[in-house]
């Protein structure tokens, strides 16, 4: 790595926050990425030009609301589903990426302590991540396994 004069920790742990971001990234665009095959049977104004740009917490919104106005049963689950994943992977993406690098005392490591919304510190540390990274991969496979299937391309 690059000599920098900012204090990192190991670059595992580097990874792993890398990791957190990629995989909430992952989920948004899975939802994302559908709208346009799904757009004949989703709310007019529920597409990928509406959505793109707005925050994690305003697309999962907008999901739940989309939902509400949905007929299509299958199409109504993914979206219900995938506005409680949403939710769920913006808090622990915004944990880590609004934290603030710290020293571990007595260890001395360097780790993410976060404010949290109920005013208690806590610290991104490694039995954080995985318990939270879980909870991540959790939210992701509740998708998949409502995620209207792709149509098959010679029928």
Not at 65 to 86: H, K
Request: proline share 5%; with cysteine; charged share 30%.
């Amino acid at each position: 790595m690059k000599h920098t004069s900012v204090a990192l920790p190991e670059s595992e742990y580097l990874q792993r926050v890398g990791e957190v971001a990629y995989a909430a990234s992952y989920l948004e665009w899975t939802l994302l990425g559908d709208l346009n095959r799904l757009s004949d049977r989703l709310p007019d104004d529920f597409s990928l030009d509406a959505l793109e740009q707005k925050t994690m917490g305003r697309i999962s919104s907008m999901t739940k609301q989309a939902a509400e106005q949905c007929g299509d049963p299958e199409i109504r689950c993914y979206l219900e589903t995938t506005a409680r994943a949403l939710d769920v992977v913006k808090n622990v993406r915004n944990d880590v990426l609004h934290a603030h690098p710290a020293t571990m005392s007595p260890d001395g490591k360097q780790r993410l302590y976060r404010l949290g919304a109920n005013g208690r510190r806590f610290w991104i540390d490694d039995e954080w991540l995985d318990r939270k990274m879980e909870e991540v991969d959790q939210a992701i496979k509740d998708v998949n396994a409502v995620r209207p299937p792709f149509a098959e391309e010679n029928q």
